[in-house]
């Protein structure tokens, strides 16, 4: 066991692409568990685009991270010591620690092992799967023989959501960012096809890999990707907006797209946040992990190592050097 | 009975504002109903902001009018001449017969004169009413106690959207262009508030006015207002987008609101054109006609008379130069 405690804390607000200097590296002590309380060693830290939203003050679903904060994030932990008697030493529990090493808490949702490796319950099985598997089943609505576009389709929601929409019988269109993400998404994944947006025209592509016209956008990229989707979507199409972070370092806010055929289509934008589902978790769980023991839906997770690397790791969504799920290992199982 | 049919023709797609020489009136040979057809003389012609799309090319919901063709319009009309036993002189008739004073069909939908003048069946009672009917109460879903905001309030579906959402129990509050509109949609038409975009900031006055934010916004106007509007939106708001009139004369299509706060709040926008309520438009008409002859929903019409005048009537609807449904009464009932 380490003898402090290295915390990342919210020196100021980024403007634009993070820098290094917005959060700032400290060392604390291990905080000490009083009556009742117990303490959590960090095992994996989830990095996820919403934590950018987090770090700024813009309007948001949940409070900003305050300046002089420890930066929020979802945590999987595993107890190392208790002062009460609910919750053993050795037991995992999840929840959202932050970045650091340690925490102390009162309570928090234990999670039993199950069959597949922990980082499998930060990714596919934990938040990012629930978000895919309800927004896409939920608001997109997907049905038989439709086409489904699917954008940062490489990403830890995105390459869910493409396999989930397969699942029911849908055309599925990938939209990701470079040669080796699309063939990856088609040959192991099993889209019908993936356009590389930083090579192709995307309108040129769209027509092309979607020739009956779009059904359902699940939306995680925003601007000019949505612009273009939103020009050949069909009557009555659902786009599940589920982010947008081509515009997350944007410094001042940019235009949606036109709605005109929004208008013209009767189609409908929904916003999505998986917060809201938190009560229906377990109709997920128990259908994604069938799917997951099936081999029936594949997931990749991209872990960094250290939680000293957790900043430069955050800017790799941006720049898109993951795959998958992306995850800081904060200390050994 | 004239011996001429004069008819609007388009000339040419407008850009920008609509200009006299886009349509043009020429004059032609009434026209001789063959075996099984009548002749129909046009009594009320609709005027809508949707004829300007119609004008145009773009993407849109029905084929655009081809150059050289009758302007498309909704109209009300009357049997002159039948060879037809099912439809006999006297008969009133609905349809698209356009912008002309005679037509000549092989079937219509007829209309029983019921208690409320006709114009009534053009506008309240007519797609006008049953726009504000299924648009508000299907997509827009108001509960008691909700706030609900329609822009272009004093037009034809504003004004019948406000008073539904106030027999609803809704808070209502109209945007309107200019003080006199106002006035009357307050002290006549039972608005709680209605400001003036023209004259106020609509950001501050939409605070003032909306102090519990905006559940649902029937949306007739776009751009400016609708940026301000999603602004201030509730949790699961809904905006039902009806039209965009502000952008209609756009010479380019212009960027759409910022998404972020439909992201952000878990809202919905929802395109809506009332073709799509054809098959129901027997269960708005009774509860409607119901409403109309209890009081509960009152209406304005503005009758502009004579073919001639149709273009320069059209105008109307985009400098405000009408309240309430716009008609051009081609002939005398």
Redesign the interface.
Known sequence: MRNSNRQWILKKRPVGDIKQGDLELVEQPIPVPGPGQFLIRTLYLSLDPTNRIWMSD????MPPVQIGDVMRGGTLGVIEQSNNPDYKPGEIVNGIAGWQEYSVAGGAQKMAKGPAPLPAYMSVLGMTGATAYFGLLDLGKPQPGETVVVSAAAGAVGSIVGQIAKLKGCRVVGIAGSDEKCRHLVKDFGFDACINYKKENIRAALKRECPNGIDVDFENA?GDILDAIL?QINMKARIV????IS?YNDKQ?????????????????????II?YFPRLGEFLAEMSKWVAEGKIKYDTTVVKGIENSLSALNMLFTGGNTGKLLVQVSEE
């Open positions: 813009m309007e948001q679903y925003g020009e907006l589920c982010g947008m515009g806010p940019r235009p949606g797209p036109s709605l005109t055929n929004i208008l013209m289509k009767r189609a409908r934008i929904e916003g999505f946040i809201d």
